[in-house]
């Protein structure tokens, strides 16, 4: 026996620390390969939080923005509990964003959200305000890029296009609706918009851009570009 030649008192203490399973191999009680009585580590099972939903974000836009309360969904406000609240409807979604129209119960909507996910919630990345007296620009204002195709929509008459960013700068251009252009350079806000350089021409309003899929043929409204 490996403890024979020890001292009774102190046999049984050498035996109960080669008890512990660290000790174990070192002591000669157990194999390298840690057969034999182990001490198991217990990994914490870790409760997966639930995403924020993107109707929270709109919800506290309209409280601290707004002061007014909040109905997650436009066909669901009924009369009388939800007059004089602000209300959402989903438009559409594209590339991981929302888009959302904002306005009052019962009534015209004033503002359109596109809501970007980050990280489990959701933030607002584009805001415009309408006017429910004019009509909109026709499809959603996603968000551009340099590079890509786009097309001139809802202007009523032509996009101008100027020789730098900026509603004092030279008119070099009027593109009508549905020309197509491509988008080589920007943003610069400059006079109230976010200027974008269109491939060949010059720069012009992104309101009165979109992409093709959300550009129907009929003008709607005169540019302020």
Known sequence: MLFS?????????????CATAALAVAC??????GAGDEDKTTTPSVTQQ????????????????LNQGFVADCDAAQRPDDVAKQCARLLGERSGLLAYELGPTFAEYTRLIILKQVGDTWTIEHLENRDPNLPPVPGIPWP??????????????CL?????????APEIACLDDGAAVTVS???????????WQLEGYGWAAGNWLRYPEEAPASPTETPEG
Do not use: M
Not at 53 to 59: F, I, N, S, T, V
């Open 144 to 157: 551009l890029e340099v590079g890509v195709a786009v097309v001139v929509a809802g202007t009523g008459d």
């Open 50 to 65: 639930p995403a924020v939903p993107p109707e929270e974000a709109l919800r506290l836009f309209v409280q601290r923005r």
């Open 185 to 195: 350079s920007g943003p610069v806000e400059i006079d109230g918009f976010e200027w």
């Open 28 to 33: 000669g009680l157990v194999g390298g390969d």
């Open 160 to 168: 101008r296009v100027r020789e730098r960013a900026g509603i004092q």
């Open 5 to 17: 030649s020890l001292p009774t008192g102190v046999t049984a203490a050498v035996v109960a620390l």
